[in-house]
């Protein structure tokens, strides 16, 4: 079967395009990296991709807020591509500074299916410094396509505005229809690392949100960051455990997986 064509965005400080482009064609896809003027200028179509990806970075040095530059310029020149997109029913996945933009470009949550009106922000972190670290996400919704047989896992968030923010009556409609995807809690990487839960104080302790129809997704943590085994931060420890109960190593880490099931989606 052919294999599904994936745009990675890029320009003005979008930064992991090669992290997400790799993870994409390492889970079976075949993935393109693309500068926005490309579409801009018509050089190429939207239309011709099947997954639409928005990778972390500093989009415009995130001067007038995190992902707000970058969103403003995709509503001002392909709103009605993506909208297209949209109703093709294809999947569109942001990561980081990608979350962000989806946020700001009212992507994300998008309640009622009504897109382009901004319901949430992902403001300064509460300890106000940029953050990097592994956090442990435990999976909510349990019907989007990106998070398929995903119940939890452990991946790096690295960010400075991270800390989701929505009204109560905006939190509310989103936790009733069941639009959370991630949540941080407590788990093995958290305890390991003697850290909170939460990395940056977001409400809900939400770390990725989707849309209504599940198939557009925004994460804060960074999944490209945890691809291999060896990229884990206990990796030496979880080694010897694997050795010790006589289990093969893994080669690759919990990350993959969404990737994967973004590509499994066209198959």
Same mark, same amino acid.
């Given at each position: ?39 801009? &200028? =018509? ?42 997109? *949209? ?27 009504? @897109? ?22 435990? #999976?909510?919704?349990? =019907? &989007? ?24 009556? #905006? ?13 941080? @809690? ?5 305890? @390991? ?9 977001? *409400? ?40 010790? #109960?006589? =289990? =093969? ?15 499994? @989606?066209?198959?």
């Amino acid at each position: 079967m052919k294999k599904p064509r994936i745009l990675i965005l890029s320009g003005y400080g979008l930064n992991s395009e090669e992290e997400t482009k790799f993870a994409f064609d390492v889970a079976g896809g075949n993935a393109e990296i693309v500068h926005i003027n490309d579409f801009i &200028s =018509k050089k190429k179509k939207l239309s011709d991709y099947q997954i639409f990806a928005i990778p972390g970075g500093f989009a415009y040095g995130d001067d007038t807020g995190a992902g707000n530059g970058y969103a403003n310029r995709l509503r001002n020149h392909l709103w009605k591509d993506i909208i297209q997109f *949209i109703n093709e029913g294809k999947l569109i996945i942001g990561i980081c500074n990608g979350f962000q933009v989806l946020a700001n470009l009212g992507l994300l949550p998008a309640l009622n299916l009504k @897109y382009g009106e901004r319901e949430l922000g992902l403001m300064p972190n509460e300890i106000p410094r940029y953050t990097v670290r592994f956090v442990d996400l435990k #999976t909510e919704n349990k =019907k &989007s396509p990106w998070l398929k047989d995903i119940k939890s896992l452990s991946i790096p968030i690295s960010n400075g505005e991270g800390k989701l923010y929505a009204t109560e009556k #905006t939190l509310k409609e989103i936790k009733a229809k069941n639009l959370v995807a991630f949540r941080y @809690y407590k788990g093995k990487m958290s305890n @390991y690392l003697n850290l909170p839960a939460s990395p940056n104080g977001s *409400i809900d302790d939400i770390a990725g949100i989707n849309d209504e129809t599940g198939r557009i997704l925004g994460l804060m943590p960074h999944p490209e960051r945890a691809m291999f085994f060896t990229q884990l931060p206990n990796w030496p420890y979880l080694k010897e455990e694997y050795l010790r #109960t006589g =289990k =093969k190593l893994p080669k690759f880490g919990p990350g993959l997986q969404i990737f994967k099931n973004g590509v499994n @989606y066209f198959k």
